[in-house]
Structure formats: structure tokens, C-alpha cells
């Protein structure tokens, strides 16, 4: 007996090496708030209007609520007033404005902090659900350079989530984890989604994909049992119909539902984040996130390549479709990174489940060796660039307002420094909030609201060109220039240059975002006279500042 007893006493740190303990509960619960906090914690950046589109939105928020309007001209400038356009964000901007009317900037920043975190956690739990724990929390660390890489509050953060409920809810009906019932939400998402967004297109073109697969199933009949419910392609056919319907109900009707597909046909400028991957490349940018796009890229590649040869039984056309278009869209555009890897996520992980779950990977599936190689992979992401994570790129740590961002708007706004005023294209939003409707801007980030010929033959021209600055000054006979000096855009350093260096306007107000100048023999000599900055010390500065 008492052999027998030390021979149990032996085997047992034996029997512990073979069989690690598996993932808990409560270690799950424990790595996945972890997961979820490093995630916020990235996107935790105090809000800076001065380059981002939020004043623009909060503005038209300000509108619908005040005067019911939802604007469908571009009355925000008076260059171009008349020009029609499809206000596809309006309800973006109406929550926005409701959220900083009652909790303040703080808490803007913190519902886009929840709303992030929220869809980060639906496609981690499909991923969880369809592949494995461990798998879910590994991948989630690969993709999660990329997805902290849209830090800013704009409305794409709403696409973001529906995507991922819609997906949630058509994965759960297609493995028959819920009812038809629950797809008669998808409509009604689509209702909301549709005034929130462009990208609602997705929305029909997920349950499109899903349908093609119940179709080719039905013909194939060979429909998995999970989703062999009583027609479901019927089911799916209606929920497509309706989404298509729901996609109307905007306030450019049929306009509206059709406008993603000719958005780009009136853009006159050159935004670099609609450049695609190889223009990027010939280029020569120096786009940091591209190296961790094609990492997840190949990841996602291998994970098919591995169903093909090892595992064919699992192949879905569904997530094959799913895979080509989003890794195409990223291809095609780099602002579409983050809703590729988003899907990147539950799809690799439902591709590798099955090697995942074999015996052999039962050290992987245990709490510590889930730990070792979630720590492994982040350590080995923070090597290929330290500076990606933690340089003064990636802003400070916080919520609410950036300190200081409203003086620029205090100062115009205390002075009553008069127009019409000349700006950048990237500090249009930020006076539109401040200044709307006293005064107009001449131009702002959406290139969609202005003519193409706009940017093309006015607007970009007289950055470069002294002799189309006089005549457009002639014109419009500006008062006062509002630009951010320290923009990535040759031409419009160049243009801070030349004004500095003409006698005809004086520099009043220079900070870390915003430089105004004033015309010296226009209405607005006394403020010259009270605030004028000499010219040599805001070159320098200005220079010290690129």
C-alpha cells in the first residue's frame, strides 16, 4: 500500500505536466477585461478640434436639434453654398451633440470609449464562440495595432458595431444558436445604421453573403444540421429585401441608399487615407501600420491555406466571401484597415479552430499557456516599432478637450476679428463650430460637399501660386487667415511662408495648433495694433514646429 501510495505521489506532477489546467472562467473573464482595457486605454486621447471633423459634426447635431434642419447644401462655406451633397453622417452628429450637451467632452470621450470597447468585445466573443479562448485572446493582440490606429471620435465607430452585431446575429442564426427572430432586427439596425454612416452598405452586403450561402447549400444539399431550419434562405431572402428597404429611409431617399457607390466620383483632393496600399508603397510613405496590416493579412492567408489542405470540411463560402472583400477593401483604401482586421479576428480564429482543439495543443489551451503566448506575441508587436505605440504620435493619455483647444476660437471670438476668412482645408471643422453662423469658412475636410474643380483649380492652386492668391484675394478680399502651421501639406507650409513674408498681414495669435493672421489695411487694424506678434520670432517658431 504504502508503495503504491508514493508510486500516485510520483505520477501525479507527471499527470500535471500532460494535462495543464484549461482555461477557466474566471481567468477568461480576468484576460478579457485585461484585453479590453489595454484597448481603451490606446484609444484614451484628449479630443483635439483643431484637424479632426467632430466640430463640424457637433455642429450639425446643434442644427437638428435647434432648427430642425438636416443640411442638405454646403452652407457651412461661402464659396461654395449651393453645392448639393448627401448629408450621410447627420445622425453621428446628432448623438454626438447630445452626449457633449449632457455629459460635457469627457464624456463624448467616454461613450466613444464604450462603443469601442463594445464592438472590440462582440468580434473577440465570436471568436471565442467559433474558434477557441485561446485563440481569440492571441489574435486579438495581433489585429489590436491596427485597430488603435482610429483613435479619433468619428462616425465610422458606428459602422464598426453594427458590423459586428450584424455578423454576431447571421453567424448565430447561419450555426443555429438563435431563431429567425432575431434577424428581424437586422432591418430595423439598418434604419439607424443608414443615417449614421456610409459604410451601412456592409450591412446589406452581409446578409447578402450569408444568403449566397444558404443558396449553394440548399443546392448542394448538404446544409450543416446546425442551420438546417425550415427554408432558411427564405428567411435570409426577406431580411436581404427588407435591409435593402431600410437603406431608403434617410433623407436622400433612394439618393442616399445608392450614394456610397459615387462618393469618390466628386473628390478634388488628395486625402491620404483613401491612398491605396500600393500607391502607399510607390509613394514611398512611411505608414507604420501598413507592416502590421500585412502581418494580420498573412496570418489570415495561412489560416486558409490550412483549411484547404488539413481541415476542407470546415470551408465556408460565407467567411471565404467575407475574407476576400474585406482584405480587398483594405487593399484599396488604408482608412479601411481597422474593418478588415476586425473581421480578421473571428475569421482566422474559426479557420484554425480545429488544429487549435487537437490534443497536441492542450499546452495552448491552458490558462498558462494562453498567458505565455498572448505575452509573447505583444512583446514581439512592441519590437517591430516601439515608437508606433508610445511616441508623441500616438497623443497623450487622457479624455475630454485638449488643454488650450479653444483659444484660437476664444481669441476670434473675444476680438471679433472680422472676415471673410481664408483657412486650410484641415481647420475648417474647428471654426465651423466656433464661428457658425457669424462667420462661413472657405473650405473644410469633406471633399465630397465641394465641386472637384474647386480644389483643382482654386483652392490647392493658391497655396502654391502667388499670382491666383491675388486674384482669389481680389475676389473674396479676406480679412483674416486661420491654418494650422504645422500641417503634413508641402504646399500649405509653403503658403504659411509666403504670407509671413508679405508686408500686407500681420501674424496676431500663434499657439501649438492654430496661427491668425489679419490683414494690415482691413478692419481689423486694431487688433494688429494690440495683438501683432513680430514676424521673424513666428517663423522661427513656426519652423521649430515641423
Not at 33 to 47: E, G, I, M, N, R
Not at 364 to 374: D, K, R
Not at 455 to 465: A, G, H, Q, R, S
Request: hydrophobic letters at 50%; glycine letters at 6%; a positive charge.
Amino acid at each position: 500500500m504504502a508503495k503504491k501510495r508514493s508510486a500516485r505521489r510520483q505520477a501525479a506532477p507527471v499527470a500535471a505536466a500532460v494535462a495543464p489546467r484549461p482555461v477557466g472562467a474566471l481567468f477568461q473573464v480576468c484576460l478579457t477585461v485585461a484585453l479590453l482595457a489595454v484597448y481603451a486605454s490606446f484609444l484614451a486621447h484628449p479630443v483635439d478640434l483643431t484637424t479632426s471633423d467632430l466640430g463640424r459634426y457637433l455642429k450639425n447635431g446643434e442644427l437638428f436639434f435647434q432648427r430642425g434642419l438636416i443640411a442638405d447644401t454646403n452652407l457651412f462655406a461661402y464659396t461654395t453654398p449651393d453645392h448639393p451633397f448627401v448629408n450621410h453622417s447627420w445622425g453621428s452628429g446628432a448623438i454626438y451633440f447630445i452626449v457633449e450637451r449632457t455629459l460635457g467632452f469627457a464624456g463624448l470621450s467616454l461613450f466613444f470609449l464604450s462603443v469601442s470597447v463594445t464592438t472590440l468585445w462582440i468580434f473577440f466573443r465570436l471568436a471565442v464562440r467559433y474558434g477557441s479562448f485561446a485563440l481569440g485572446a492571441v489574435l486579438t493582440v495581433i489585429v489590436m495595432p491596427i485597430l488603435i490606429t482610429r483613435s479619433e471620435i468619428r462616425p465610422e465607430m458606428f459602422s464598426y458595431l453594427m458590423s459586428g452585431l450584424f455578423l454576431h446575429l447571421l453567424w448565430d442564426y447561419r450555426q443555429g444558436q438563435r431563431g429567425a427572430r432575431w434577424l428581424m432586427i437586422l432591418p430595423l439596425l439598418q434604419i439607424v445604421w443608414v443615417n449614421l454612416h456610409i459604410y451601412f452598405f456592409l450591412g446589406m452586403f452581409l446578409v447578402g453573403v450569408f444568403l449566397l450561402q444558404s443558396l449553394i447549400d440548399l443546392a448542394a444539399r448538404s446544409a450543416p444540421r446546425a442551420s438546417s431550419q425550415r427554408q432558411p434562405w427564405k428567411v435570409l431572402a426577406a431580411v436581404a429585401v427588407a435591409t435593402v428597404a431600410a437603406s431608403c429611409i434617410n433623407p436622400a431617399g433612394l439618393r442616399g441608399a445608392v450614394y456610397p457607390l459615387f462618393i469618390f466620383q466628386g473628390y478634388g483632393f488628395p486625402v491620404i487615407e483613401n491612398y491605396s496600399v500600393p500607391a502607399i508603397l510607390q509613394a514611398g510613405f512611411q505608414f507604420l501600420p501598413l507592416t502590421f496590416f500585412l502581418v494580420i493579412l498573412g496570418l489570415l492567408c495561412l489560416s486558409w491555406l490550412y483549411v484547404i489542405i488539413k481541415d476542407r470540411s470546415s470551408f465556408s463560402v460565407s467567411n471565404f466571401v467575407l475574407t476576400l472583400f474585406f482584405a480587398a477593401l483594405a487593399w484599396w483604401s488604408i482608412r479601411n484597415f481597422v474593418i478588415f482586421a476586425f473581421f480578421a479576428l473571428p475569421l482566422t480564429a474559426v479557420n484554425f479552430h480545429s488544429m487549435v482543439r487537437a490534443q497536441s495543443s492542450r499546452w495552448l489551451n491552458s490558462s498558462c499557456g494562453t498567458v505565455a503566448i498572448v505575452s509573447g506575441v505583444a512583446v514581439l508587436l512592441l519590437l517591430i516599432n516601439p515608437a508606433f505605440f508610445f511616441a508623441g504620435g500616438r497623443g497623450a493619455f487622457g479624455i475630454g478637450l485638449k488643454e488650450g483647444n479653444l483659444a484660437a476660437l476664444e481669441f476670434l471670438r473675444s476680438e471679433r476679428l472680422q472676415g471673410p476668412i481664408f483657412n486650410t482645408f484641415d481647420v475648417g471643422s474647428y471654426l465651423t463650430y466656433g464661428l457658425y453662423p457669424r462667420e462661413r469658412v472657405y473650405v473644410d475636410n469633406r471633399p465630397e460637399a465641394y465641386p472637384a474643380t474647386f480644389f483643382t483649380e482654386d483652392y490647392l492652386p493658391l497655396l502654391v501660386n502667388e499670382e491666383k492668391w491675388r486674384s482669389h484675394l481680389a475676389a473674396h478680399k479676406f480679412n483674416s487667415i486661420v491654418i494650422n502651421p504645422n500641417g503634413h501639406s508641402a504646399a500649405a507650409e509653403n503658403f504659411v511662408i509666403q504670407r509671413m513674408l508679405d508686408p500686407d498681414w500681420a501674424a496676431v495669435f500663434f499657439d501649438k495648433e492654430i496661427l491668425i493672421l489679419a490683414r494690415r489695411f482691413g478692419p481689423n487694424q486694431p487688433v494688429i495694433a494690440k495683438y501683432e506678434l513680430p514676424r521673424e520670432a513666428v517663423l522661427q517658431k513656426a519652423e521649430g514646429g515641423k
